[in-house]
């Protein structure tokens, strides 16, 4: 595995694999605008703050959202965030088949967020960030090739 891709803007190459990127996905029989507000939604146990961030005119505002601390986070968020991840994802890339197409096409290669921003989901910008979102982008992409 000796490629690499890196993402991180919607603008950038394989952008369409941000939480940002504008592609509905449909969870628990409820339309999302995109995977972001469908995660920062499931922080919360309260259905009236998963919905106004649902209703969220883009994904920067629904995450801006999700960081509210004046929102009673879920008691088990720690321990549930990456399975949300991970349901997000896999609904973004199942219900799109150019972009499960796309995530297919990187065949090998390590996916990686790359940003200063974040050294949990992404690399934190030195690699030395755990890039949790790329590994749950590389086991959806292994649980396609496993339906396939």
């Known amino acids: 595995m000796s490629e690499i891709i890196r993402f991180y803007s919607v603008t950038d190459d394989y952008g369409e694999f941000s939480n940002f990127a504008e592609y509905p996905v449909t969870l628990k029989k409820v339309r999302w605008p995109t995977s ?4 920062q939604s ?3 146990k309260d ?3 998963q919905q106004e961030i649902r209703k969220a005119n883009s994904p920067m505002l629904a995450a801006r959202m999700g960081r509210d601390r004046k929102r009673k ?6 321990s549930a965030k ?16 150019e972009l499960r197409e796309l995530l297919l096409s990187t065949g090998d290669a390590k996916i990686v967020e790359h940003t200063e921003n974040d050294d949990y ?16 982008l590389m086991d ?5 090739r496993d339906d396939a």
């Open 36 to 39: 972001e507000h469908y995660f």
């Open 42 to 44: 499931q922080k919360f």
């Open 47 to 49: 259905k009236k703050d």
């Open 73 to 78: 986070l879920r008691r088990d968020w720690e």
């Open 82 to 97: 990456v399975n949300v991840m991970r349901e997000a994802v896999f609904a973004k890339f199942t219900q799109h088949e």
């Open 121 to 136: 989901w992404g690399d934190g910008g030195d690699g030395r960030g755990k890039n949790m979102l790329g590994r749950v």
């Open 140 to 144: 959806v992409r292994q649980a396609l």
